[in-house]
């Protein structure tokens, strides 16, 4: 957009400042109140505004609870996220990771510790693109799913007796019972029923006004120990695009991937 300079625009400013001026003044004539104090901020609705949305660049995320770590990057401009994971067993670490953009869904494999595995298998090391109809189940395969992966908004929503305190540090109590879908989204939380005692979170909102992290401190429960859930977001700006693969960055996946995540 051109910038408007010269005596034009000088003097429509000077006539924008009097008229604000002169208001003022007669504002000032009729009605000498004090005006009423502003209403204090909502340590909640605070929360709730810096949890990420489609306005935000592309940033990088973290969960960790009981079932392991997640990690990856949201890029709202383009409708896309790339997901890894680590699932560790006694003899191997299975490494997974998808991409996400729009409709579209690649899946990466990586056995460490085990390649035998991934040969006897039939599994290519490369970026492999999933046909959807393929999949047996709708939670089989990872889609992009808005800018919220680690589902705080829920958690936000279900919390009471919201306090802000220093350094952009919120805390707060979670009450499962509000909010049955934090059951289903929650590994470390399906066990606690609807008897489950409000739960403590504490979370924290960056300079930038971004929501950084917010950790749920899950109770034991029965032989389940108790645990965190934790949430990070970061590197708001930062973090790289998130686009489709296109020509030989990634082949058409075989069967032994569909027998993989159909299980």
Do not use: H
């Not at 939380?189 to 979170?201: C, Q, R």
């Not at 965190?228 to 489709?244: K, S």
């Amino acid at each position: 957009m051109t910038q408007r300079t010269g005596a034009t625009v000088a003097s429509r400013r000077i006539a924008v400042t009097a008229v604000a001026l002169l208001t003022a003044a007669l504002v000032a004539g009729c009605d000498d109140r004090t005006p009423a104090a502003a209403p204090p901020p909502d340590p909640k609705q605070e929360l709730l505004a810096a949890v990420p949305t489609d306005e935000d660049p592309a940033f990088r995320f973290t969960t960790s609870d009981t079932s392991g770590d997640v990690s990856g990057v949201v890029d709202p401009a383009n409708r896309g996220m790339d997901i890894d994971t680590v699932t560790k067993d006694k003899d191997f670490t299975l490494e997974m990771s998808f991409r996400m953009v729009e409709s579209r869904t690649w899946m990466k494999v990586n056995f460490k510790g085990a390649q035998n595995i991934q040969k006897l298998m039939k599994l290519p090391t490369e970026w492999m693109e999933l046909d959807p109809t393929k999949i047996e189940g709708p939670d089989s395969l990872p889609s992009y799913e808005g800018t919220d992966p680690g589902n705080v908004e829920v958690i936000i929503r279900a919390a009471t007796d919201v306090q802000a305190g220093e350094g952009g540090t919120y805390t707060g109590l979670v009450d499962l019972a509000s909010r049955p879908e934090l059951v289903d989204a929650l590994e470390g939380v399906a066990t606690l029923g609807d008897a489950a005692e409000p739960i403590p979170f504490t979370a924290v909102v960056g300079p930038d006004g971004n929501l950084s992290s917010l950790t749920l401190e899950i109770p034991a429960q029965g032989k389940r120990k108790a645990s965190e859930y934790v949430v990070e977001y970061f590197d708001f700006g930062a973090a790289p695009e998130v686009v489709a693969f296109v020509g030989e960055e990634a082949r058409e996946a075989p069967k032994a991937a569909y027998d993989l995540l159909n299980g």
